[in-house]
């Protein structure tokens, strides 16, 4: 069965809530003023069986200009229009503004109801006929059944039954992956139970005794009973009229406009969207205050226009919507704007990015981006987006930021692999960037690590994962962390990086000395060795470099070379020359092999003939070899020491 929602349309006093009744048997106006003045106040509700095992949820609008705002709200969740036209009064003020407001509000199913068809003659309705021909001409009602009733008498009735179910049957239903957003349109208490709020679902799908929030506030709230057309129902979906009864707040904390959701979602003060005014509509200038009404929300606000500078009634325009109250908005949402007084409505649009920047100047740049989003189709709008982001999205953020379902981002990415856009690791993990953005991020790693090769060429290892994420100004985010290690992964199963213990180099980087280098490599270790077992201090060290016309940088680049190299031991800044070191562990793990007890400092300075220092410092390296470890005062062997013994 499908899920839809029916609305009415049309100018007061045309019938409308006379026809839900005669099509329903539900009275809308259930007000007291609105039985008192006789005419539609608020929204009405009620739900229509077609009579193929299929009922639609129905909503009643007011037909007076004082309630276009209202109007507006209603139809904003509405899959099929029911316009009603009085046979007699004709096309009036307000069934052109519903028509248009329809129209913005993207609705593209439709039927005319000629209503009142007992106040007037054949010829009479001919003619309404033929105006009304003309008056739906290119627009979404153009090719609309219109069906002649009287609500009063109920002539025509059962016909325009069997037309809203023929058209229903040929209405694509709402998308169920989407995140659940329901605005709310009516809050109410029932006592033992708590509150209830209604609404229209514009997507998704709710179970009972699941976790919501309300927005834009992110509070978290438990469904605890959901009803469609009055009965109790275990979940609701997409295109259904539903009220919610949820627990964990009070009610002073719902107000119309709010809106339920599945999930927590950002709010935004601005939007990017393509505005239209209608035909008969006052220009707008570079900066317009409106009214904004999107959904059942409503809110002042500024239209800064893009490109233009100003606009006519009948043209459209990219603007840049700043709204006073923060708003829940989704790229693909619908709107209307009226004039700040709220005596008339201009026109409204499209959103096309509910995350922009702030435009302050307005670019070529900036206006085909939004040209390109907003003409585009799924795969053009995922690749505007992921372009914004020089370090990638995940995909999950993608799909909320563009208001579908990741499986449709996955299917659209399938569909067409030569979009430009790279992927990184698993499907439920996925990153997304620009192919662009990937090769100015893989060149920028590259580059990193090439020129710490650069500045250090006899070093064998280059940049670790964390130096990398700052040296490219990635360290804001989690999850950008997450990307950086997929993107290494990658580049090194790719044979484009290697790994050099946790650190990554380029594959050609190899450190060869140049004859220069060499023979000041030579040179360097000659002195240490010189130096025998007074091991020479940092400042002895760069004294004689000095006197060899040997810099202190070239000194230490060598030094870190025959110490990567295993010529050389740095301990505690002093060097010490490996002939020494090994000399000195022979002398003391053959030593140890039959003295379990172990030696002191002073056992082992008379062992190898040194002073205290260069003993300590010796000590310490076979300590961190782990071929010996330290107790109380003395030193033993470990097992590794004596599987060194063995080879002795
Ligand atoms: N003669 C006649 N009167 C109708 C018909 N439909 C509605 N009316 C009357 O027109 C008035 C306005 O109807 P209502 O449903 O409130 O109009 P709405 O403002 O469009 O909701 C009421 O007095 C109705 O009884 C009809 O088909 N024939
Ligand atoms: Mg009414």
């Not at 009803?227 to 964990?248: H, M, Q, Y």
């Amino acid at each position: 069965m499908k899920h839809l929602i029916v609305g009415t349309a049309g100018h007061i006093d045309h019938g409308k809530t006379a026809l839900v009744k005669a099509l329903t048997g539900i009275d809308c106006d259930t007000h007291q003023e609105e039985k008192r003045r006789g005419i539609t106040i608020n929204l009405g509700f009620a739900h229509l069986a077609l009579g193929n095992g299929m009922t639609v949820g129905v909503v009643d609008v007011p037909g007076h200009r004082d309630f276009v705002h209202t109007m507006v709200s209603g139809s904003s969740g509405i899959d099929i229009a029911l316009l009603v036209i009085a046979a007699d009064e004709g096309i009036m003020p307000q069934t052109r503004e519903h028509l248009q407001i329809m129209e913005i509000l993207g609705i593209k199913s439709g039927i005319i109801a000629l209503n009142k068809c007992d106040k007037v003659d054949a010829t009479a309705l001919k003619a309404q006929r033929g105006s009304i021909a003309e008056f739906v001409h290119n627009t979404f009602l153009e090719n609309a059944p219109v069906c002649d009733v009287s609500s009063t008498m109920g002539t025509g009735i059962t016909e325009l039954r069997a037309t809203i179910a023929s058209v229903a049957a040929n209405v694509q239903e709402r998308s169920l992956g989407q995140v659940f957003r329901m605005y709310i349109d009516r809050i109410f208490s029932v006592s033992g139970f708590g509150t209830v709020v209604t609404g229209s679902v514009k997507g998704g799908s709710l179970k009972v005794n699941q976790t919501a929030f309300l927005l834009p506030a992110n509070k978290e709230v438990r469904v605890r009973r959901l009803e469609r057309f009055g009965e109790e129902i275990a979940e609701i979906l997409a295109g259904d009229r539903a009220s919610c009864n949820l627990v964990g707040l009070s009610k002073d904390d719902f107000k119309r406009g709010m809106l339920i959701a599945d999930r927590p979602l950002n709010h935004t003060k601005m939007f990017d969207a393509r505005v239209t005014l209608f035909t008969n509509s006052r220009p707008l200038s570079i900066w317009t205050h409106v009214i904004l009404l999107k959904d059942t929300y409503e809110t002042q606000a500024r239209i800064h226009l893009l490109d233009a500078d100003t606009l006519a009634g009948g043209a459209a325009a990219l603007v840049q919507a700043h709204v006073d109250d923060p708003c829940v908005a989704r790229s693909g949402d619908r709107f209307v704007i009226r004039s700040s007084s709220g005596d008339a409505t201009l026109g409204g649009g499209e959103i096309i990015d509910a995350s922009p920047l702030h435009h302050r100047r307005r670019p070529p740049s900036l206006i085909n981006g939004l040209i390109t989003i907003a003409s585009g189709e799924l795969h053009k709008r995922i690749a505007a987006q992921v372009q914004k982001h020089l370090f990638g999205i995940r995909v999950t953020g993608l799909a909320e930021t563009l208001n579908c379902a990741t499986g449709e981002i996955e299917q659209a990415l399938s569909d067409d692999i030569n979009n430009g856009i790279v992927t990184y690791g698993p499907p439920d993990g996925r990153f997304l960037i620009s192919a662009s953005n990937n090769d100015l991020l893989v060149g920028d790693i590259k580059k990193t690590i090439q020129s710490y090769h650069a500045s250090h060429p006899l070093e064998k290892k280059g940049r670790t994962h964390e130096e990398l994420l700052g040296a490219l100004g990635i360290t804001d985010s989690p999850g950008r962390e997450t990307f950086l290690a997929l993107i290494l992964q990658d580049l090194v199963k790719s044979g484009a990086l290697c790994k050099a213990g946790h650190t990554y180099i380029l594959p050609d980087h190899t450190v060869v000395l140049s004859p220069d280098q060499s023979a000041l490599a030579a040179k360097v270790e000659a002195f240490v060795a010189a130096y025998g077992m007074q091991a020479p201090l940092p400042a002895e060290l760069l004294k004689k470099a000095d006197t060899l016309l040997i810099n202190a940088p070239q000194l230490h680049s060598v030094l870190k070379y025959l110490t990567d190299s295993g010529v050389l031991y740095a301990i505690e800044g002093t060097y010490v020359h490996s002939r020494i070191v090994d000399e000195c562990r022979k002398k003391l793990v053959l030593a140890l092999r039959d003295k379990k007890e172990g030696i002191t400092i002073a056992g082992f300075r008379d062992l190898v003939s040194g002073n205290r220092k260069i003993c300590l410092l010796l000590m310490a390296i076979y300590d961190r070899e782990g071929t010996t470890e330290r107790r109380g005062d003395v030193r033993v062997i470990t097992e590794k020491g004596m599987d060194r013994a063995h080879h002795y």
